[in-house]
């Protein structure tokens, strides 16, 4: 299968939601297995874990229990490609206007953007970083996380969840995670610690 002929990934989404989080597109390898963010390596699920964003760690295949939370997942541009840098410019620009026509009934109340250079690129916003935006779209504010890829080196997995804990708290939204009770087995104990963020930082 290759990405002519590889199925589209459904949205997670629902009218009204807290955040949005909005990739690139899809990988190929995810499109395949029919979950969002199911490529090895991809650090998605963890960083929304640690962020307190999640109270547990959710596989791929529990993606729709995002909703339950007040989140939801969709793309830019919905065409899975092995690589985000097999799209083109256009494909880009077509996928932001795509995406707007989605969310103008929706409303959620954050877009979250996942890697800066998707949303520069797909809303010609050449000084965009990551962090909130003065930009909305549509009645929906803005915020640009850094892209979960295991392929992001600037953003170790500490720092990941931290940018997306900043998110959560900006967002008003519990941390979930801390109400999880911490486990004892000795695989848990080898986990980096989970990333807790104060309203005022």
Do not use: C
Request: glycine share 8%.
């Amino acid at each position: 299968m290759n990405a002519t002929n590889s199925p589209l990934l459904d949205d997670i989404v629902d009218e009204g939601l807290d955040v949005i989080f909005v990739g690139i597109n899809p990988g190929l390898q995810s499109a395949m297995r029919g979950h969002s963010f199911a490529t090895p390596g991809n650090r998605m699920w963890t960083a929304l874990h640690r962020s307190g964003f999640t109270p547990f760690r959710l596989r791929p295949e529990q993606e729709r229990d995002l909703l339950h939370l007040g989140l939801g997942l969709t793309t830019i541009v919905r065409t899975p490609t092995v690589r985000a840098s097999d799209l083109t410019r256009d494909a880009y620009l077509r996928g932001g206007e795509d995406l707007l026509r989605r969310m103008e009934a929706l409303r959620p109340t954050w877009l979250a953007f996942l890697g800066v250079t998707g949303y520069r690129t797909a809303f010609d916003v050449r000084d965009a970083r990551v962090g909130p935006q003065t930009e909305v779209l549509g009645e929906s504010q803005v915020w640009v996380l850094p892209n979960p890829s295991g392929l992001n080196a600037h953003y170790p997995p500490v720092a990941l969840a931290a940018e997306f804990a900043r998110l959560r708290v900006a967002a008003h939204l519990p941390d979930r995670a801390a109400a999880t009770p911490p486990t004892r087995s000795r695989a848990s104990s080898r986990q980096a610690p989970r990333i807790e963020m104060k309203a005022n930082q």
